[in-house]
């Protein structure tokens, strides 16, 4: 349910008064890497916030050795 808020927020703010009200740093960067996001929604704010792309990069990483020990 956490993710689906953060995915909408993320989708269809259309002030900084409602990002702000609605997402929380720290609980953005835990969530990122399940956030389901439009590839150019998910690089914009990789672009401004270089812990969500260090948080999604641990993830694909993680996720990858994951695959292989299968």
């Known amino acids: 349910m956490l993710a689906w808020m953060y995915e909408n927020v993320l989708r269809e703010a259309i002030r900084v008064e409602e990002l702000r009200t609605y997402l929380h740093g720290p609980t953005l960067t835990r969530v990122w890497p399940e956030l389901n996001l439009p590839r150019g929604v998910r690089a914009a704010w990789e672009a401004r916030h270089p ?20």
């Open 51 to 70: 812990r969500l792309r260090a948080a999604g990069a641990r993830s694909a990483t993680g996720r990858l050795v994951g695959a292989a020990a299968f």
